[in-house]
């Protein structure tokens, strides 16, 4: 499946015929209704617990296996992943872009989450879920869809791509409202922030505006990306909208602001906009 992101009729049918459905919203939401067979998941399960290296996915590769696998995950099967992007951090993103970078290549997300689903008409419940069938999926990790810190470092010195940072302006500016240790961007970094992706309805914008808006950063279909924001999750989103609309060179740093921040600042430096 070529698609990333799905609409919520496409993601109907896939239900119909017993995709594996994720839910990334908060544990509240929920528990307040869901789509029968939905299991909740957060990014967290599958990166690293210390800081300040939390934004990169464990690891252990067995490990991120056997977590896949207890959620039912099977390489064969498509997953849907439903979230709610417009109120969150595009956690959905994040998790369609980790299953992509372990190696399945049917993981998408659907365009105006939930809510989308809803009003197509899709049955919810409150209902708990029952016993998860163990799923057979094998992690087969690609470097199509991630970059490191010290690549990305490398890069940058051969001027080599564009660098997205997907945060909130006051955080491109200097702001660390996340922990960061400390302020500012990634010199030479372009500001578009995830959420200019969406529309005031929730959805995404149409694919040519997108298109438009990066093209005024110089950006094209074949140009080398890299994208970031605090810990990967809304750079990761950015990844998923772009690889579904066909660009062929778009990379999350997963590591993000909480993981280059706490590096010393002669060697990986940032710069304020105060």
């Known amino acids: 499946m070529n698609q990333w992101i799905l609409t919520p009729n496409q993601a109907k049918q896939l239900i119909s015929q017993s995709a594996t459905i994720l839910d990334t919203r908060n544990k509240l939401a929920w528990f307040l209704g869901h789509i029968s067979d939905a299991i909740h998941v957060t990014w967290q399960e599958f990166s690293q617990p210390k800081k300040p290296y939390q934004g ?3 690891k252990d590769e067995n ?6 696998r207890k959620l039912g ?12 992007y417009a109120h969150n951090f595009g956690e959905e993103g994040r998790i369609v872009w980790m299953l992509r970078t372990l190696g399945h290549n049917s993981a998408a997300f659907v365009d105006g989450g939930y809510n989308a689903l809803v009003k197509a008409g899709i049955q919810t419940t409150f209902a708990g879920n029952k016993p998860q069938e163990i799923g057979d999926f094998v992690v087969n990790r690609t470097a199509l869809w991630e970059i490191q810190r010290d690549e990305l470092k490398a890069n940058l010195a051969e001027n080599k ?5 997907t945060r909130e302006k006051r955080e491109y500016n200097g702001a ?3 922990g960061e240790q400390r302020g500012g961007h990634i010199p030479g970094a372009v500001h578009f922030y995830f959420k200019d992706l ?6 995404l914008l149409p694919t040519e505006e997108i298109i438009t808006k990066l093209a005024r950063l110089g950006i094209q279909l074949d140009t080398p990306i890299a994208t970031y924001c605090t810990g990967g999750i809304r750079s990761a989103f950015f990844v998923s909208v772009l690889a579904n609309l066909g660009f062929t060179n778009v990379k999350n740093y997963a590591g993000s602001m909480w993981e280059w921040s706490a590096e010393p600042a002669n060697t990986y ?5 105060l």
């Open 73 to 84: 995950i099977y390489n064969s099967k498509p997953v849907i992943v439903i979230g709610n």
């Open 161 to 165: 791509l564009i660098v997205i940072d």
């Open 63 to 68: 490990l991120l296996q056997q977590k896949l």
């Open 176 to 178: 660390t409202p996340y």
């Open 269 to 273: 430096p940032l710069k304020e906009n």
């Open 198 to 203: 969406i529309d005031n309805k929730g959805n």
């Open 56 to 58: 990169n996915l464990l």
